[in-house]
């Protein structure tokens, strides 16, 4: 069995990576474990990509383990990219993240925003394996709708299917959020790794 940090503090994302990789670990005998709590890295990172980059490789050396981190954030045309890379950053609870973000808004027309998802898997070594970039378009409500998922899920408006993502259902959420785009996108390369790890670690019976 291939083991699987998920580099991340945040049991909503965890949970996300579980349900979305649920079909992949039964397969490939694949182990995801949480990172342990007392493991932190400082997210110095001036892209998604670079603080996924950090985070991999910095949890799989403290644990000696594979590591799969993932760096996401809400990005509003109207603010010029904010909050970015700062959206965990943007308050200390989601209603406070939600509010600051709606007051900066304001009355503001253009709603467009994306959100961003980068995904890097680090071999024990802290050696970047693998890496991924999803990108989900969007807009901003006026107002939360929904009581699923987290962060800005209930402002996060999909105009295709006319729900937020907090009002989402889980599978359709997992398929075509920008975790799901990311993840389709990782896949192939995670699934050429765990079958060169399983071929090293039979190579030493």
Same mark, same amino acid.
């Given at each position: 069995?291939?083991?699987?940090?998920? /580099?991340?503090?945040?049991?909503?994302?965890?949970?996300?990576?579980?349900?979305?990789?649920a079909d992949f670990?039964?397969?490939?005998?694949?182990?995801?474990?949480?990172?342990?709590? @007392?493991? @932190?890295?400082?997210?110095? !990172?001036?892209?998604?990509?670079?603080?996924? %980059?950090?985070? /991999?490789? @910095? #949890? /799989?050396?403290?644990?000696?383990?594979w590591a799969l981190a993932d760096d996401s =954030?809400?990005?509003?045309?109207?603010?010029?990219?904010?909050?970015?890379?700062f959206s965990a950053r943007y308050g200390k609870t989601d209603p406070e993240r939600i509010n600051r973000l709606l007051a900066e808004l304001g009355e503001q027309t253009n709603r467009k925003a994306q959100f961003v998802c980068a995904i890097a898997v680090s071999d024990p070594q802290g050696k970047i394996m693998a890496e991924a970039v999803g990108i989900c378009p969007g807009e901003i409500l006026d107002?939360?709708?929904?009581?699923? !998922?987290? =962060?800005?899920?209930? #402002?996060f408006y999909l105009p295709e299917y006319?729900?937020?993502?907090? @009002?989402?259902?889980?599978?359709?959420? /997992?398929?075509?959020? %920008?975790?799901?785009l990311a993840l389709a996108i990782l896949l192939p390369q995670l699934q050429a790794l765990i079958n060169l790890i399983n071929k090293d670690i039979s190579s030493d019976f």
């Open positions: 069995m291939v083991r699987l940090i998920v /580099a991340s503090g945040n049991l909503g994302k965890v949970k996300e990576f579980e349900q979305s990789l670990r039964a397969k490939f005998n694949v182990q995801l474990l949480p990172k342990p709590s @007392e493991i @932190e890295v400082e997210e110095t !990172g001036l892209t998604f990509l670079e603080n996924a %980059h950090l985070k /991999a490789s @910095e #949890v /799989a050396i403290a644990t000696g383990e =954030g809400l990005a509003v045309d109207a603010l010029n990219g904010a909050p970015g890379i107002a939360p709708k929904g009581d699923s !998922g987290f =962060g800005y899920d209930p #402002v006319q729900l937020t993502f907090a @009002e989402m259902p889980t599978d359709l959420k /997992a398929k075509y959020s %920008h975790r799901g």
